[in-house]
T-cell receptor
Framework: GAVVSQHPSRVICKSGTSVKIECRSLDFQATTMFWYRQFPKQSLMLMAT?????????EQGVEKDKFLINHASLTLSTLTVTSAHPEDSSFYICSASLGEAQETQYFGPGTRLLVL | GENVEQHPSTLSVQEGDSAVIKCTYS??????FPWYKQELGKRPQLIIDIRSNVGEKKDQRIAVTLNKTAKHFSLHITETQPEDSAVYFCAASKWGFKTIFGAGTRLFVKA
């Protein structure tokens, strides 16, 4: 149980375009979902915490107008990278947790974004 | 702010030896400490966790110890195998707050 899917797994886009990444909890309802960015050989950098039905909470230094997060249902959160630039190229991983404790996180497989 | 320090950043062991990864946390209110394993290009996966009311937990070749007074917790892998090679992340959290991850330890198990 506790499976999280993420789509697409890999995307290549031109500079200036927007890219949407979906994160779904397949067999449980996720009150809270998290979006991380991971650079090569580095740790997980939390970008934002997404709660169903409310606005996402962004970490310091993360542009909310650049990285739009929508958590429309208890099983789906989306991250849209708007007007992507090469420096946005990275590995984006979502995770979901059960309940309000936000303890154990179940990670999606990640999306590798390459902006040309 | 809250911080989790993890050491070493890289660890190389011979197959069959033990591996130990150590973490320290700054927030004394933290009460949940998971460990995640991430293979190259894959998602992090929970391998073991411990809560603050427990000092030690074991699951086959993997064990975690917690010293609340010193705010230390450690991951112990015995009889290492090549498939244990991966990046391991420790983390600390408290109820209702975000999880703070360590920087990760790259473990190499040489056959």
């Amino acid at each position: 149980g506790a499976v999280v899917s993420q789509h697409p797994s890999r995307v290549i886009c031109k500079s200036g375009t927007s890219v949407k990444i979906e994160c779904r909890s397949l067999d449980f309802q996720a009150t809270t979902m998290f979006w991380y960015r991971q650079f090569p050989k580095q740790s997980l950098m939390l970008m934002a915490t997404s709660n169903e039905g409310s606005k996402a909470t962004y970490e310091q230094g993360v542009e909310k107008d650049k990285f739009l997060i929508n958590h429309a249902s208890l099983t789906l959160s989306t991250l849209t990278v708007t007007s992507a630039h090469p420096e946005d190229s990275s590995f984006y991983i979502c995770s979901a947790s059960l309940g309000e404790a936000q303890e154990t996180q179940y990670f999606g497989p990640g999306t590798r974004l390459l902006v040309l | 702010g809250e911080n989790v320090e993890q050491h070493p950043s890289t660890l190389s062991v011979q197959e069959g030896d033990s591996a130990v990864i150590k973490c320290t946390y700054s927030d004394s209110a933290s009460n949940y400490f998971p460990w995640y394993k991430q293979e190259l290009g894959k998602r992090p996966q929970l391998i073991i966790d411990i809560r603050s009311n427990v000092g030690e937990k074991k699951d086959q070749r993997i064990a975690v110890t917690l010293n609340k007074t010193a705010k230390h917790f450690s991951l112990h892998i015995t009889e290492t195998q090549p498939e244990d090679s991966a990046v391991y992340f420790c983390a600390a959290s408290k109820w209702g707050f975000k999880t703070i991850f360590g920087a990760g330890t790259r473990l190499f198990v040489k056959a």
